[in-house]
């Protein structure tokens, strides 16, 4: 089995609408209703910070769409496979009041080196973002997270699948899976369409962020 490894990257877009152009469409539900922990019904990796001092709330949404299977070459662009394969995964959003949002979003590839979901970002600068003002968005692309999700509290998280109901191996979703987040986030002047759910509730990024680290598809590295 091919692995790409992904090496810590950090991308800044900056409008770069084009970006997001080639990922298929997404649709976003929520946010969906949590209770508090340590109910089953609690948003897996909540924030242990206090977010309420910051002016911060904490809310997790589902995605659902379609990905690519992509052709993983050592050192080159890949192309595209084969199409058409469905997932669903989660996202949590943790967002500023609008007074002191700084205007940058940060969107987190959730680590899963240890199996299940971390926010490694967040749980080593949250207290930084929160008192500088950023949105933060974290993705749980891999399905070795979902599993231990689903493991926790599968009346939550039962139905996510980053794998089209087992046809799809290697974490290959992943990738259209993230950028579909990316795309979801409204930028400066854009206005939310009719049933578009809102992640950010109103707020709009001058600059998004988007953090791939440490993760290798398929292996959990």
Request: net charge negative; hydrophobic share 40%; no cysteine.
């Amino acid at each position: 089995m091919k692995i790409l490894r992904l090496l810590p990257v950090i991308l800044s877009v900056l409008f770069l609408q084009q970006g997001f152009t080639a990922v298929p469409p997404a649709v976003i539900e929520g946010p969906i209703m949590a209770e508090q922990p340590p109910s089953r019904n609690a948003i897996y990796t909540a924030s242990a910070l206090d977010l309420a001092a910051h002016g911060y709330a904490e809310e997790e949404f589902f995605i659902t769409g379609t990905g690519n299977v992509y052709s993983q070459p050592d050192l080159a662009t890949g192309t595209v496979e084969s199409s058409g394969h469905p997932f669903k995964t989660r996202l949590i959003v943790r967002r500023p009041a609008p007074q002191v949002f700084n205007g940058i979003v940060v969107v987190e590839w959730i680590n899963v080196t240890g199996g299940p979901d971390k926010d490694i970002d967040w749980w080593q600068s949250g207290e930084h973002l929160m008192r500088r003002g950023y949105a933060y968005v974290a993705v749980s692309a891999q399905q070795m997270g979902i599993d231990t999700m689903a493991d926790w509290g599968s009346a939550r998280y039962g139905e996510l699948d980053m794998t089209a109901s087992g046809t799809v191996d290697n974490d290959a979703l992943s990738f259209d899976a993230f950028s579909a987040v990316g795309r979801a986030i409204f930028r400066r002047g854009e206005e939310s369409g009719s049933g578009t759910v809102d992640i950010l509730d109103g707020l709009r990024a001058e600059q998004i962020s988007l953090h791939q680290q440490y993760s290798s598809p398929g292996t959990g590295l």
